[in-house]
């Protein structure tokens, strides 16, 4: 698996922001990635030390279109912490 294929969008929410004050940084990923994956595409895309992974599974929300009820869809997303000091730079001035 290519790493430009485990990690799928950053996230950029306000939430995620203020995360990236403690150094942690929110990526949408592969479903089937696991955290070893995770930890070494980040560490091979963007040159940096990666101290911790943590994931979780977002199941989709119920949504109706016109009164038919839908649902959208589900992701994986990792929550990455880098070491002190490191940052990733295409996440500075969003």
């Keep these: 698996m290519d790493y430009t294929d485990i990690l799928i969008k ?3 929410t ?3 922001n203020t995360l990236r004050e ?4 929110v990526f949408i990923v592969d479903p089937a990635a ?3 994956q995770i930890k070494e595409a980040v560490t091979k895309l963007f040159n940096v030390k990666v ?4 994931t979780m599974n977002v199941m989709g929300k119920v949504k109706r279109v016109r009164g038919i009820p839908g649902r959208t869809s589900s992701y994986k997303k990792a929550i990455v912490r880098l070491a002190p ?3 990733i730079q295409a996440f500075e001035g969003v």
């Design 10 to 12: 950053p996230v950029i």
């Design 14 to 16: 306000e939430k995620a």
């Design 34 to 36: 696991n955290k070893l």
């Design 51 to 54: 101290i911790g992974c943590t």
């Design 22 to 25: 403690q150094n942690k940084y």
């Design 85 to 87: 000091g490191q940052t």
